[in-house]
């Protein structure tokens, strides 16, 4: 199916003109492969098991191994990145370049350029947009705000593992709102409001909560710290999520909701100090993903809106820095872009200049 509009076209203009430039700086994946590692090598970003930070200097045995000078070691360089087993190495960094330059990197417009499969080019350019999602928390919380997942209801047309059977994926809005009221029903009275402090709970649900911060951590690092049992932390949790007071994320792990999360209310959107901006923002992102995408799925919407920061906010963002940014996050898996789910409180990021 292809989409029309000015901003598509303009899109498809901006990754012509720089698709071949990418091409001639990394033909092919050895290429790709000896530029990660160059780039790893510069920023000082491998560490051997030893203590020792591999400096430019080094000995290579293997294609991505290197050998520590001071141990005599394997290196397993892309180990702790993203890139850990990725093979095609030149359509990662090939979507990476295109957005680093403002472009907006479609999965079925990556695979024709790499000449990969749509599944591979969906992959990276999920992984991307939770690398930027992850890059969104260690912002200052004043500069996101939260969106209901409603107010997208609209770019919600690509089917996931959410969706019912011979429904339209926009249904998954209900089914999430029908599932968190029946929670809050089962765990404490529909009439309490949402919690801005912590006196209403339970001893156990106060120990819980002060061992979380906003650093996200799972659950089995929570039992750790606690001598409640197992069932207690995973109520206490339940609760917390409910009232508002925690979020989670994926993998299990679990965080504080920021001021502006923790006042935000289900039906109605605290927009800070510009509601207007806000709003306008919200307004370009459904606009430009109806005429670029065409949709998304809800599943997905957290990821989806991380990477429309990177393309709005060119002031934060450039190929440098979200190469950066990928080479320093946490290995993330298939298996953690499948179990991915968006809340359903959204979260953008304020531009400074739109």
């Avoid at 106060?206 to 690092?221: A, G, H, N, R, V």
């Amino acid at each position: 199916m292809q989409f029309s509009g000015e901003e598509r076209e303009a899109n498809l203009e901006l990754i012509k003109k720089l698709w071949p430039i990418f091409e001639e700086r990394i033909p092919d994946d050895a290429t790709a492969l000896n530029f990660v590692r160059q780039t790893l090598l510069t920023n000082s970003a491998i560490h051997c098991h030893c203590g020792v930070t591999v400096k430019k200097k080094y000995q290579s045995k293997k294609s991505r191994t290197l050998i520590c000078k001071n141990c005599k070691k394997e290196i397993w360089f892309t180990a702790k990145t993203p890139f850990k087993r990725a093979e095609r190495l030149k359509a990662w960094l090939g979507a990476i370049f295109l957005m680093g330059h403002g472009a907006v990197v479609t999965s079925n417009k990556l695979a024709a350029l790499a000449g990969t499969a749509i599944s591979t080019a969906l992959n990276i350019v999920r992984t991307i947009g939770l690398v930027l999602e992850n890059e969104r928390h260690l912002e200052a919380i004043d500069r996101s705000f939260p969106v209901p997942s409603a107010e997208f209801i609209s770019i919600f047309c690509r089917r996931s593992l959410l969706t019912l059977p011979k429904v339209h994926p926009s249904t998954e809005i209900e089914e999430k709102k029908a599932k968190s009221e029946t929670k809050t029903k089962q765990g404490r009275s529909e009439h309490r409001p949402k919690a801005t402090t912590t006196e209403h709970l339970s001893e156990s649900e106060k120990e819980i909560f002060e061992l979380i911060t906003s650093e996200p951590i799972t659950q089995d690092q929570i039992c750790q710290s606690t001598t409640l049992p197992v069932s207690a932390v995973a109520s206490a949790l339940v609760i917390l999520e409910i009232e508002g007071l925690i979020q989670a994320h994926a993998g299990g792990r679990f965080s504080r909701r920021s001021c502006a999360d923790t006042n935000s209310n289900n039906n109605e959107t605290e927009l800070k100090t510009n509601p207007l901006a806000a709003m306008s923002l919200v307004g370009r992102t459904i606009d430009s993903t109806l005429s670029i995408r065409g949709g998304i799925s809800r599943k997905y919407l957290q990821i989806y809106l991380a990477a429309i920061w990177c393309h709005f906010d060119r002031r934060r963002w450039s190929e440098e820095k979200l190469l950066l940014a990928f080479l320093r996050a946490p290995s993330i898996t298939y298996k953690d872009i499948l179990n991915y789910e968006s809340p359903p409180l959204a979260a953008m990021v304020a531009i400074t200049r739109l």
